[in-house]
């Protein structure tokens, strides 16, 4: 049976809550165990925050220092916070316009957000980025199906056009010239929770 | 979540009264309810409580009246419902009640970290402690079995990680109302005096040791075996969830035997004790006081809290638990050190209407005391607009005190801040109280129209309840005028000037003319409350900024930052709300309208 841990950080109001649901609802769709943990209250208020998720036979919604197989970093002065969850050979993903580390994939998720109108898209745009990593639980099509399902037209194109931005920058040998979005300021779509 | 299950199963054992106070990490209980009465049709009658004493009040009421019912809260919540919730102990229960108590260990978002099990204790009310978001579900349905047959409350005391935890539960069928029948006058009973409470005294403390006797989940049940005899391990809620994952991991803990209880209180304390004897060392790792650990009666081979082997306070993570297992048969401990963690302070939101508030009640009285009190505000301490924070309504009881000290300077002067909802929870008594003593104090109700640090639920301002159906709504001025007083003026705290001085006059009238005390409603709705509009106006720091630092330290907007490269004050257009209140009191005057 498969086993990931994940670890998710940022500040709140970046939507971590929202993408570790949505990793979780997608594995979950797949027929896998879930168990995830959130901040809630006084931290969420700007407040460093992060949340686990662990697939497969857990229990606890915690994961151990030294135990975590990705750490998905919304902000990059979050990251050596958290980086003692991480396993040896564990990977960081951190939404940063530095280039790639050792063990570190970063993605401009913010900028790349704000290109498409809308800096809160910068979690679905690190999740699609994610998704095209190796041994990363979900995959580029099951997050895109997950995504399309949302009822709401604007919200749902938001977030597909946030998604594809993040996984062009993870296959861009592969990168089908899509049409670039209009970048609009009044764009209403959110990546966030419902 | 787990206090989406908490709801599945409220709806489950067809209960149709529930009453709720909102506080992390309780709050999102009766949220489900409300989605669950939408999606399923369901009858429930919900509320947001004005307190949780109240809300306790009104769902025994609904029990006596032969209704399912259930009364959900934090665990300091619980503090404010003690009263009826020890007396309804020795009364007894009609219709299942269940009390529901979020515990928060660490604590990360709660006054104390105290541990509801001791409560159930104290109270002599079964106390029942899921592990997981599935097994709340299932507790919660027994919670009102066991409640409606030996006729006691029940306590479900999830604590935050299982509150706030995911995972997939399997529902059940939601259950048909359920109803023992009309209420049936007995005042021996429901209106008993002392002669009779001794009576039924004694009845409780025979309702308990059937209870121990008769209820499988009052005895430790083996959930990890264990070789030999050497040591075994008591758990019990949700680190028992940790200790479950930390030794199936490791081939070092195969030895040891893992039982967990699940009805820590009234545990059956001879079971404990035969795990205790038949075993060299007995670790006992439970959260937060030592609830079980107490019930041992030879403690002699046991190690917990008491005899030093697990932590007196804050959370139990999961390396914590290692650690202490490791140590407890003699390995090393193996855990990972975490960093030295500089966490990011929370701030009150950009755009935030406390924050300008604050800022006018700092500049009109300087050197005061200034007395706090529970919600979002209370990061007033980043602005120094909060000296004490003690618990919900304490701001105005405490302010009568501090201005009651002697000045040492003739200078003192107090001035209490309050939100709405904190001021309909638990400060109108004290307000009452401190106009009849003519306490000198300003108070500064910070209105903006919700239950803001929770998620926005609705105080009894609002002409609807929690559910969205028609409520009366109560005048928060008809209220105060009520408590009598006379000084009451209300402003908008985006007006700098108007601000000024509606809190200028209250310093006259409470200082200077010696008149007791004066209220300001500061009024304007949460940044975040639904249907609030954000101004779509922009802002940048111009030419004219001598780097005062106002805006940073005094009005501490998270939107300003100031840029060390080019040594210039800069505004995050992503973060700016375009509350334009900084435009009002930049010293400089530097701060300019985008596109000028």
């Known amino acids: 049976m498969i086993m990931v841990e994940l670890v998710l950080c940022g500040r709140g109001g970046q939507g971590i809550v929202f993408l570790t649901r949505q990793i979780g609802q997608i594995a979950t769709a797949k027929g896998l165990e879930v168990v995830s943990s959130e901040t809630h209250g006084m ?40 980086s003692h969850y991480l396993k040896r050979g564990g990977v960081t993903v951190e939404n940063s316009t530095l280039p790639d580390g050792l063990g570190i ?12 109108g809308r800096v809160q898209l910068e979690n679905v745009v690190l999740l699609g980025f994610a998704a095209t990593l190796d041994g990363f639980p979900v995959s580029v099509e099951e997050v895109r199906e997950h995504l399309s399902s949302e009822t709401r037209a604007q919200v749902r194109s938001m977030n597909l056009m946030a998604l594809e931005a993040g996984i062009r920058v993870g296959h861009p040998e592969n990168g089908h010239k899509s049409p670039s979005p209009s970048p609009s300021r009044d764009g209403r779509g959110k990546g966030e929770g419902d | ?40 049709d369901h009858p429930i009658y919900l509320e947001w409580s004005i307190n949780e004493k109240v809300a306790f009040e009104v769902a025994y009421g609904a029990s006596l009246a032969g209704a399912r019912s259930v009364a959900v809260m934090k665990m300091v919540g619980l503090n404010v419902a003690s009263d009826p919730f020890m007396s309804a102990a020795y009364l007894g229960v009609r219709g299942g009640l269940v009390v529901v108590v979020a515990d928060d260990p660490g604590p990360h978002s709660s006054q104390t970290e105290q541990d509801s099990r001791f409560f159930g204790w104290f109270a002599k009310v079964p106390v029942l402690d899921p592990g997981t978001p599935a097994e709340a579900l299932e507790m919660t349905l027994r919670a ?15 604590c935050l990680r299982v509150c706030h935890a995911r995972q997939n539960v399997s529902l059940g069928t939601p259950g048909a109302p359920a109803d023992v029948g009309p209420f049936k006058k007995n005042w021996t009973r429901w209106a008993a005096i002392p002669r009779y409470r001794l009576v039924l005294h004694g009845e409780l403390n025979e309702k308990l040791e059937t209870i121990k006797r008769e209820v499988p989940e009052a005895r430790p049940v083996l959930i990890s075996q264990g070789s030999g005899n050497s040591t075994a391990l008591i758990t019990s809620g949700s680190v028992s969830s940790h200790v479950r994952d930390i030794v199936a991991s490791d081939h070092r803990l195969s030895s040891v035997a893992v039982y967990k209880v699940d009805l820590p209180f009234p545990v059956e304390a001879q079971a404990m004790q035969e795990i205790v004897d038949t075993h060299r060392t007995t670790l006992v790792v439970e959260e937060t006081y030592p609830v079980l650990e107490l019930q041992i009666r030879d403690r002699r081979n046991v190690m917990g809290r008491l005899s030093g082997h697990v932590p007196q306070q804050g959370e139990l993570t999961p390396e914590i638990v290692e650690e ?50 529970i919600g979002c505000y209370t990061l007033g301490i980043n602005m120094g607009a909060v000296d004490t924070c003690l618990c919900m309504g304490a701001s105005i009881g405490m302010a009568a005190g501090l201005a009651r000290t002697p000045p040492a300077n003739g200078e003192t002067r107090v001035v209490a801040t309050i939100g709405d909802s904190t001021f309909y929870h638990a400060g109108v008594p004290a307000l009452i109280n401190a106009v009849h003593t003519g306490a ?42 009520g408590c009598g007083v006379d000084f009451l003026e209300v402003v908008d705290p985006y007006d700098h000037a108007s601000t000024r001085e509606a809190l200028q006059r209250a310093k006259d009238y409470t200082f200077n003319e010696n008149k007791g005390v004066a209220v300001v409603i500061t009024r304007r709705p949460c940044v975040r409350a639904p249907n609030v509009e954000l101004s779509s106006a922009k802002f940048r720091v111009g030419d004219g900024c001598d780097l005062c630092m106002t805006c ?45």
């Open chain 1, 105 to 116: 994939k970063r993605v401009d998720a913010a900028g790349l957000a704000k290109n498409l």
């Open chain 2, 440 to 481: 000198p104090f300003v108070l500064m109700i910070m209105d903006n129209s919700l239950a803001a640090m929770t998620g926005g639920q609705p105080t009894p301002a609002h002409d609807f309840l929690a559910d969205g159906s028609p409520g009366v709504a109560i005048s928060l001025e008809r209220v105060i005028r």
């Open chain 2, 1 to 40: 979540m787990g206090n989406e299950a908490i709801g599945r199963g409220i709806i489950e054992a067809g209960c149709t009264v529930a009453a709720a106070y909102p506080g992390t990490p309780s709050s999102e209980v009766l949220e489900s309810l409300v989605r669950w009465k939408k999606e399923l």
């Open chain 2, 144 to 158: 009102f079995d066991l409640s409606e047959k030996y006729q006691v409350p029940v306590l479900l005391r999830p």
């Open chain 1, 43 to 82: 931290a969420v208020r700007g407040g460093s925050i992060n949340s686990h998720l662990r697939i497969g036979r857990f229990f606890s919604p915690l994961i151990r220092a030294g135990h975590a197989d990705f750490l998905l970093s919304l902000d990059p002065s979050e990251t050596a916070n958290n």
């Open chain 2, 552 to 596: 940073v330290k005094d009005l501490e907007c998270p939107a300003f930052q100031f840029v060390k490269e080019d040594k210039k004050m800069k505004i995050d257009a992503d973060l700016c709300a375009g509350c334009g209140f900084c435009v009002q009191i930049c010293p400089s005057q530097a701060i300019e309208p985008e596109g000028h």
């Open chain 2, 324 to 373: 202490i297992i490791l140590k407890a048969i003699g390995e090393q401990p193996t855990a990972v050190q975490p960093p030295k963690i500089k966490p990011r302070r929370p701030s009150l939101c950009p755009g935030c209407p406390h924050r300008p508030s604050f800022f006018m009640m700092r500049q009109v009285f300087d050197q005061a005391i200034f007395s706090g009190d």
